[in-house]
């Protein structure tokens, strides 16, 4: 029995963890309290006095412990409110990633479904590029993962100096690939950055360089922000 995710996928779930991470922390700054209410066929989902548009990315069944992706819901495919997981499955295609391009995964198999069922949330925010994403139950068995598809939610910018915090927690999150995480963060933020042995550099365009240095075991080791001369 399966009680992994394979590798391409840890190494695609590695490459949105640092971002991702502090993407979340800004959409659960951003989102109120209050209950929650959606309205599928107009792509809105209400949380507190705030209303935003929104995409299903999947939904996770405690009781049979499996992941649907959206576009594979006999009830939302080929709907709008659906379309954004179908980029999820077009990228898992093209990368030969299964558990993005399946329209379900068990999860039956590992210790704790439910964190995996998160990893698969994360991982389809990343691929889609949304800023975030939020899981609610929908019943007594069942959670529903939405993307935020909407321009007000706040981006999480790049810190010089959080940066080496956001790097670390990224790396701490899953733990596979910490090379993945960093040239995944400065990917995502368009920032050119070169392999110097066992020490990454960024350039971040303004005077200012990041060193990152791995350990033989490829953890990162240091982070440093420069100001070049």
Not at 100 to 128: H, K
Request: net charge negative.
């Amino acid at each position: 029995m399966v009680n992994r995710f394979s590798d391409a996928f840890l190494l695609e779930a590695e490459r949105h963890a640092a971002w991702g991470a502090a993407q979340l922390e800004a959409l659960s700054t951003f989102l109120p309290e209050g209950p929650w209410t959606a309205d599928l066929p107009s792509c809105l989902y209400q949380q507190g006095d705030l209303e935003l548009r929104v995409a299903v990315l999947g939904t996770y069944d405690m009781e049979q412990r499996t992941w649907m992706w959206g576009w594979a819901n006999p009830g939302l495919r080929g709907t709008e409110v659906a379309a954004l997981s179908g980029a999820v499955r077009r990228y898992g295609r093209v990368h030969r990633i299964t558990e993005l391009a399946e329209g379900t995964v068990s999860l039956a198999g590992f210790d704790d479904p439910r964190r995996a069922a998160e990893m698969l949330a994360f991982t389809g925010m990343g691929v889609a590029e949304a800023p975030g994403y939020i899981g609610v139950p929908a019943g007594p068995a069942t959670r529903v993962y939405f993307l935020p598809d909407d321009a007000r939610v706040p981006r999480a910018g790049l810190d010089p100096v959080s940066l080496p915090r956001t790097l670390l927690t990224g790396a701490g999150l899953i733990g596979y690939s910490a090379r993945h995480v960093v040239g995944g963060y400065f990917d995502h933020h368009d920032v050119a950055h070169r392999v110097e042995g066992d020490r990454l550099v960024a350039d971040l365009g303004d005077g200012t360089a990041v060193e990152v240095d791995f350990d033989e075991v490829g953890r990162i080791a240091g982070v440093q922000v420069k100001v070049l001369p």
